[in-house]
């Protein structure tokens, strides 16, 4: 029997890389997340509190592992987060300094910790925003400065779950290897197979939201854009679910009789290929932002395995398991 390799959950959100890191075979020995309704969450499912602000962690005291996994803020890089930045007349990207810049902590853990391997993950957008620019200073950081040999790739989850989602996956060696991105192929269910067969009243917009959605989409049509709502095909996917889910549905909305409806959080839950085991113990709004902001589970499980895989039949090294 193989002893665990052990992994420290950086931006550890609800816990969505730890299960995947967990499930192939890992220990997790530190974690950080400042939001405390996420905490609330994280400590319910894994009996630990995440530590807080990443930015007051000396590195020197995080423990030793192997593999380092993080899903850094990406707000300052995604398309809604940019447009709604700009609109406010505020920094976004690496400019943004309470956000933007959280990726220089990652460095700096890394730098100090060497581990044998690392996972990030944000936003599609993360590549090219500012003209490329932001992507290639995290290529210099991780390639030139810290020495790692990088791969990365856009992956869509709908592969796995009933969901259009993109997002871009950063894999880093201390050493050079022959990793390849998994190809995800699963009997991803449709959307109806998901969904709850009875769901409380209060997920109907009422008749007032459900108008004012429509006057908004019309308004955008009249001028050829396509902001507004979006029923859902049960028989097919859904659209990406944001953190702003929690505002009025408007991207993933359920038909049914005369006003559709929201996903509940479960739901939700499900097309981010949570357990059903997973608890819930945050209000609505709460968790509706906290799936929003989590990964796609099954994808980042299909990726571990196969970082894992390669670090584990490297004969070049010491294996992964030097500290298990």
């Not at 500012?130 to 400065?145: A, C, Y």
């Not at 022959?178 to 998901?194: M, T, Y």
């Not at 409380?200 to 908004?216: E, F, I, P, S, V």
């Not at 739901?267 to 799936?291: L, T, W």
């Amino acid at each position: 029997m193989q002893k665990k390799f052990r992994f420290i959950d950086l931006f550890a959100g609800i816990g969505g890389m730890r299960i995947a890191f967990e499930k192939s075979g890992g220990r997790c020995v530190f974690s950080s997340e400042w939001n405390k309704f996420s905490q609330q969450t994280y400590e319910t499912n894994f009996g630990d509190v995440p530590d807080g602000d990443i930015t007051k962690i000396n590195a020197k005291d995080i423990p030793n592992h192997d593999i380092l996994v993080g899903g850094f803020p990406c707000q300052p890089f995604s398309i809604a987060g940019v447009s709604s930045k700009k609109a406010l007349g505020r920094k976004h990207g690496f400019e943004d300094e309470t956000q933007g810049t959280l990726f220089f902590d990652i460095v700096r853990i890394i730098r100090e910790k060497k581990p044998r391997a690392f996972l990030l993950e944000n936003v599609k957008n993360l590549k090219s925003h500012d003209k490329g620019n932001t992507f290639r200073v995290i290529m210099k950081k991780l390639r030139e400065d810290l020495g790692y040999d990088v791969h990365y790739r856009v992956v869509d989850a709908s592969s796995v779950v009933p969901q259009h989602r993109e997002r871009i996956f950063i894999v880093g060696f201390k050493r050079p290897m022959d990793f390849a991105f998994p190809k995800l192929i699963g009997n991803r269910p449709k959307l109806a197979e998901v969904l709850e067969k009875s769901v409380d009243k209060k997920y109907t917009l009422t008749d007032g939201t459900w108008k004012a959605l429509q006057r908004h989409k019309k308004a955008h049509e009249k001028k050829n854009q396509g902001f507004g709502y979006t029923l859902a095909d049960k028989n097919g996917i859904a659209n990406t679910l944001s953190a702003r889910y929690y505002k009025d549905g408007a991207e993933i909305l359920i038909p049914q009789g005369k006003n559709p409806r929201r996903l509940t959080p479960r739901e939700c839950a499900r097309i981010m290929g949570f357990p059903e085991k997973f608890k819930i113990p945050v209000s609505d709004n709460q968790a509706y932002r906290q799936f929003g902001n989590a990964v796609v589970v099954p994808v980042v499980k299909e990726i571990a395995k196969s970082m894992v895989k390669v670090l584990r039949e490297n004969k070049i090294r010491k294996t992964i398991l030097d500290y298990a």
